[in-house]
Nanobody, 122 residues
Framework: QVQLAESGGGLVQAGGSLKLSCAPS????????VAWIRQAPGKEREFLTR????????YYADSVKGSFTISRDNIKNTVYLQMNSLKPEDTAVYYC???????????????WGQGTQVTVSS
């Protein structure tokens, strides 16, 4: 069982930046594709971005393209989400999730963290 843990969430003003981190416990990220998914209050989970285990071919949803950047450091066994130009509508719980599949669907990710809250004030 792969257990994930996110960190780096918090409160930020609109236009600000945050960097989230995701790391597994007791397991390597080797050969896992890792995604960031968020859920705003009263809304469905939204797939934001994904990076393959090699670091190649990151995928971004249109809603975050150009403002969010996913990266990974396989030596540190950590995946990051750099979020710039944050807006109040980016307020949500942000989850990292891992899968052996290269997919942009929420349901294709069997391993999840507990989530970290990001709140963007106007």
């Amino acid at each position: 069982q792969v257990q994930l843990a996110e960190s780096g969430g918090g409160l930020v003003q609109a236009g600000g930046s945050l960097k989230l981190s995701c790391a597994p416990s007791g397991h390597s990220f080797d050969y896992f594709n890792v995604a960031w998914i968020r859920q705003a209050p009263g809304k469905e989970r939204e797939f934001l971005t994904r990076i393959e285990w090699s670091g190649a071919s990151p995928y971004y949803a249109d809603s975050v393209k150009g403002s969010f950047t996913i990266s990974r450091d396989n030596i540190k066994n950590t995946v990051y989400l750099q979020m710039n130009s944050l807006k109040p509508e980016d307020t949500a719980v942000y989850y990292c999730a891992a899968s052996g599949l290269v997919s942009s669907r929420v349901r294709d990710n069997p391993y999840w963290g507990q989530g970290t809250q990001v709140t963007v004030s106007s």
